[in-house]
């Protein structure tokens, strides 16, 4: 059973995003169609109108955009995080329907386990002992679907996740701040930089709001990062 790493991938996009974002906002606001909308629209316009509605605040145009991605190597803890985004969907790995009795469970180790000798082994260890103990069950003909009780939190996952482009642009908002967990921290990072090569004007100041608004929200909690940013405020909801 050994450590997975993460993997990210973008496995489908809306075709030319950015421009059918800039057409949805362009209809709003016009008589014709579509069809000859489009034609209207170039580079530069698409770039400013889409910078328009996002510094706005009216994005449910870019609602129309949406990204579709695998993800592997992420831990049952980190994906626990990642579904209380609502506004998506989910098509996670099973531990109901998924054999893992023949080879075990892939898992996660955490970096400050991971930076101790002692703990490190430690972590192995028990994790060896989980997989025994599951196997024992299902050998005595406990159901998968109740073995799976024993599993840890740090059992790798797999999930494929779709979003809209504004729902990804509040993620990104919760998961790239630094009080985020680290892991879903990392993730996030990667989906990031996978959409933005395909939509960098959607995601040109995407990130969390110490960033894009001058305003840490976090209160005590706050990581300290806003202090060095010019205009940035400390606030409580």
Avoid at 51 to 65: D, K, L, R, V, Y
Avoid at 174 to 202: G, H, S
Wanted: proline share 3%.
């Amino acid at each position: 059973m050994p450590e997975v790493k993460l993997k990210v991938e973008l496995i489908s996009y809306t075709k030319d995003p950015e421009q059918v974002c800039a057409t949805a906002i362009k209809q709003c606001y016009s008589k014709i169609g579509v069809s000859e909308l489009k034609e209207k629209i170039d580079k530069k316009t698409r770039k400013r109108l889409i910078e328009q509605i996002i510094s706005s605040g009216h994005t449910s145009t870019i609602e129309h955009a949406s990204f579709t991605f695998a993800i592997q190597g992420i831990s049952r803890a980190c994906s626990h995080q990642l579904v209380r985004h609502r506004i998506a969907s989910y098509s996670q790995q099973s531990q109901r329907y998924v054999d893992f009795n023949a080879k075990g469970f892939d898992y996660i180790i955490p970096p400050l386990i991971k930076k101790n000798s002692i703990f490190l082994k430690r972590f192995q260890k028990d994790m060896d002992e989980i997989f025994n103990k599951y196997k024992t069950l299902i050998k005595n003909g406990i159901t998968p679907e109740d073995a799976r009780f024993i599993l840890p939190n740090a059992c790798e996952t797999k999930i494929v996740i779709t979003m809209n482009a504004r729902a990804f642009l509040n993620f990104l908002k919760e998961r790239l701040c630094n009080r985020a967990q680290w892991e879903i921290r990392a993730m996030a990072f990667q989906m990031f930089i996978l959409v933005k090569k395909i939509a960098p004007n959607i995601f040109k100041n995407a990130g969390p709001t110490c960033q894009t608004e001058k305003i840490c929200w976090q209160g005590n909690l706050n990581c300290g990062l806003w202090k060095n940013i010019k205009g940035a405020e400390l606030r409580k909801k």
